[in-house]
């Protein structure tokens, strides 16, 4: 063995190698999921748009050179059966279906299957061959097709290749370009081990992790009782669902249907669904075993360099084709395997089936007294007999499955069409709402499961009516506190790993949501009436058709109390519509129910998760970075709103108001923090000088006790830093507000109108007799472009009234045809107002040629004079 491959990383003395500080404290807090996929690790950089990239595909183009390459079979891997069919869809299959209920963590959103471990699980073996087959496509249609849209679509294609008439497919899924390291994939260190996700379960196997009948070196123990801990899917550490010789190995079908309804449950797969998937996926291919397991190499992220990310190198015969080895199952389901038929469910019924040993001598079935009726991959002239696995007879052994399975045995078109939608759902179930979507195959049919809301049908709300509604609002009397709890706690919801939840939709007022204890049932019913009653006012009042959405609302008050309690300007954007009861799926959103959470002090340590690990969790579902969770963490201190309304945390004397009380009080020295319990969940601290005391949890203590989130809040807690606490705060609140705002493409671009009267105007202004016109024609492209409000407060700022009232006192001794002064006048008014401006336009001018230095630095100079103050032209429109 080379001596690189005998030197573990950390003994390399490089850069990253060497003892780390995890190896020094295994237990520390990780804050390296919440920096994950930014822009640093993307080679498209931050300005990249798939979606616009995507815009410009072949798209049909694309799908002829997929279904070619179905039956253009490789040397570097030839196709069973000469058709990619099967394997394509096992690539597709497997991308898609990591996807669990309780987390939205998995599935095919991101490519992840092109990385660790995914790449290199013992279920994915050999896929790395698919994947290198659809790199002259990838590489022919480039940025236009991502490979999470690649890998999915490749399997769509398989199907319509072979007879399926899809359901539909859209993209939109963007690539990432690292491991995505915030997954719990299970703790065991052994390929097909579950000792740690159930209480009795077995060890596995080290090495490339082939199945060979012989995984179990214990009892079976309770596989027919167990339960798998959440919020795992899987049954062992490398599959993507559960052990295909049965649990733990043990041909028991019976059992084996019990961890398939677990794991295809937590997959959001009802019994329906799981068995068409399993029926109408099994048509199609081929498992392989066709020898020792012991030939088989390491996987891609063990294989050496020369491998060039391939592994599972084979040993036996010519290691393809006829001699492969992947599973170490060797099983042909129907005797058309790349066509579309019933044959799976026919041959399950028409026969007895028996154990019997693979190849590689792992544990599955065959036909008994059967004849040979299937084909064999390579020899025309070889026929096999009907072979299934343990996980295909526990269809017709599970009473509930068996009942489903003998129904589609007799309506086989109905098996056509409930495999095609369960298939789209599995692709798709990680997407979020249809504004995502992308393509021309999208389906107009829309099904619970995509969370649908109404399409908005009436005009929004404008800045006069929101500013209106905001006074209705804070005119109910409802205290700030709670007007911020029910807003986070509608919009906390989301989940952007496969972007459920949010505030759009007003859920929280719907059943799971407005029962479960974090939201405070009782407070969340009293601002509702009293939003609700706001509506009612506004709806019924409103000219124009204007409405305005109990989702909206929700939002708006947050907004509305934060501006009270702050002092500060909140952005606000309306179009958010209310969700019915018939448009949510109850079961599901179960599942978006948090265990923990820190952000409104609810939860506590479990024996093998504590309370601050869960806040980090949450945080990375937000899609949140460690300095947003920080200051969220601190202004929802300040404002009041644990879920209880305790005092927990709340480290101030005036709360309710937006202060950065939280930081200079936890951060104070003179305070002595001890447990309260011995548990170790609630702390009190008194200050040594004051004798003030505070109460604090877990969540809060974290805060001032990890050097990399105590880092954080002392930028928060140190002199002068209010109005930056302030300021982050509202940023990050808007995020969170907005994070399911997918209709939404970013800032409304101007339109083409506001751009004409704005540099009209300004052309005007160089043409002595329509210098009035220019004027009017300016002040209406400005007030286009900012709306009414917002251009109003921009020349109403005192600390620029000198400026405004040159401005004004210019236009007016125009209009007046004193023209010359009032010129000069106005340009004085337009350098106070705009001159901080100057310095932008420096940069650009720098480049002109000869005069650009010069230029630029009279630009700079003369944005110095204009005045310091950083905030001044933040409503400009640039």
């Not at 295809?264 to 075993?289: C, Q, S």
């Not at 001598?361 to 072979?387: C, F, L, M």
């Not at 205290?479 to 919009?491: E, I, K």
Request: charged content about 25%; overall charge neutral.
């Amino acid at each position: 063995m080379a001596a690189a491959e005998q030197c573990p990383m950390k003994q390399a003395n490089v850069g990253g190698g060497g003892q780390r500080n995890r190896d020094w404290w295994p237990q520390d807090l990780r804050l390296n999921i919440l920096r994950q996929h930014t822009p640093v690790t993307n080679p498209f950089g931050e300005e990249f748009s798939y979606s616009e990239a995507f815009k410009k595909l072949d798209y049909n183009g694309l799908k002829k050179d997929l279904h070619t390459l179905m039956t253009d079979s490789q040397p570097m891997w030839p196709a069973d059966f000469g058709h990619y069919g099967g394997f394509f869809i096992r690539m597709a299959w497997h991308s898609a279906g990591t996807y669990r209920v309780y987390d939205g963590r998995g599935g095919g959103g991101d490519g992840q299957q092109r990385f660790a471990p995914l790449n290199s699980w013992p279920d994915n073996a050999n896929l790395d061959k698919a994947r290198r087959l659809l790199w002259p496509i990838k590489q022919k249609y480039g940025e236009s097709i991502s490979w999470a849209d690649l890998f999915l679509l490749t399997g769509n294609v398989a199907l319509e290749s072979m007879g399926v008439k899809p359901f539909g497919f859209a993209g939109g899924r963007a690539d990432t370009f690292e491991a995505d390291e915030s997954v719990y994939w299970g703790a065991e260190d052994t390929w097909f081990g579950n000792e740690a996700r159930y209480s009795k379960g077995s060890e596995g196997i080290r090495g490339p992790g082939v199945l060979d009948g012989d995984i179990h070196k214990k009892d079976a123990k309770d596989i027919h009782s167990r339960d798998l801990e959440e919020p795992l899917a899987a049954s062992n550490m490398g599959l993507i669902y559960v052990n295909p010789e049965g649990p733990d190995g043990i041909p028991d079908p019976v059992a084996s249907g019990r961890d398939i309804r677990t794991t295809f449950g937590r997959m959001a797969m009802n019994d329906y669904e799981t068995v068409a998937l399993i029926a109408g996926g099994h048509a199609f291919g081929k498992t392989h075993g066709a020898g020792d397991s012991a030939k088989v190499g390491k996987e891609p992220e063990a294989a050496g360099l020369e491998e060039q990310g391939l592994g599972w190198q084979n040993q036996h015969g010519k290691g393809k084709g006829p001699d492969t080895i992947t599973s170490g199952l060797e099983v042909i389901w129907t005797k058309t395997p790349t066509k579309w038929s019933n044959h799976y469910l026919e041959y399950m019924y028409k026969y007895d089936w028996e154990p019997m040993k693979s190849p590689a001598g792992a544990n599955q079935w065959v036909a008994k007294d059967s004849e040979a009726i299937i084909p064999d991959p390579y020899d025309p002239n070889k026929k096999h007999r009907p072979t299934m696995l343990t996980t295909d007879i526990a269809l017709r052994y599970d009473p509930a499955y068996d009942k489903v399975s003998r129904h589609f045995l007799e309506h086989p078109d109905e098996l056509h069409d409930a495999f095609a939608r369960a298939w789209f759902k599995l692709l798709h179930r990680d997407m979020g709402p249809r504004t995502r979507w992308l393509g021309p195959e999208i389906p107009s049919e829309v099904s619970i499961w995509e969370d649908p809301t109404p399409a908005v049908d009436h005009k929004l709300v404008d800045d006069s009516d929101v500013e209106k509604l905001k006074k209705d609002i804070l005119a109910t009397n409802v205290d700030v506190s709670s007007l911020v709890f029910v807003a986070w706690s509608s919009a906390s919801t989301f989940r952007h790993t496969d972007k459920r939840g949010g505030a759009n939709g007003a859920r929280i007022r719907l059943a799971p949501q407005n029962r479960w204890k974090v939201n405070s049932p009782d407070q969340l019913h009293q601002v509702l009436s009293a939003l609700e009653g706001v509506q009612q006012k506004f709806n019924s009042s409103a000219s124009d058709g204007k409405k305005v959405s109990l989702a909206d609302l929700i939002v708006l008050a947050g907004c509305a109390a934060i501006e009270k309690a702050s002092g500060q300007k909140v952005p606000f954007k309306p179009g958010r519509t209310d969700a019915t009861q018939e448009q949510t799926d109850a079961a599901t959103f179960e599942h978006l129910e948090p265990f923990a959470d820190g952000f409104r002090n609810y939860g506590s340590s479990t024996p093998r998760v504590r309370a601050e690990q869960m806040l980090v969790d949450r945080a990375h579902l937000l899609n949140l970075s460690a300095p947003e969770m920080v200051v969220l963490l601190g202004g929802l201190r300040a404002l009041n709103t644990n879920y209880d309304g305790s005092d927990r945390g709340i480290l101030t004397k005036r709360p309710g108001q937006l202060t950065n009380d939280f930081f200079l009080n936890l951060l104070d020295n003179n305070t002595t923090w001890t447990p309260t319990g011995s548990d170790k969940e609630t702390f009190t601290g008194v200050n040594d000088k004051t004798g003030q005391k505070w109460n604090a949890s877990r969540f809060d203590l974290v805060m001032g006790s990890h050097p990399e989130l105590r880092a954080v809040s002392e930028v928060y807690g140190q002199s002068g830093a209010e109005e930056r606490f302030k300021k982050d705060f509202i940023k990050t609140w808007h995020k969170v507000m907005m994070a399911d705002r997918f209709d939404l493409s970013g800032a409304e671009p101007p339109s083409k109108a506001r751009f004409f009267f704005l540099i009209f105007g300004l052309i005007l202004f160089f043409d002595r007799a329509l210098l009035a016109m220019g004027n009017i024609l300016f002040l209406v492209g400005v007030t286009m472009l900012l709306g009414p409000q917002r251009t109003f407060l921009f020349f109403a700022r005192k600390q620029k009234w000198r400026g405004s009232a040159a401005f004004w006192a210019g236009i007016l001794l125009i209009l007046l045809r004193w023209t010359l002064i009032g010129f000069a006048v106005e340009c004085y008014g337009i350098f106070v107002l705009f001159g901080e401006f100057f310095k932008t336009i420096a940069g650009f001018a720098y480049n002109i040629p000869v005069i650009g230095p010069y230029l630029s630095r009279a630009l700079q100079v003369a944005g110095d004079k204009a005045g310091a103050n950083e905030r001044a032209h933040k409503d400009l429109p640039v």
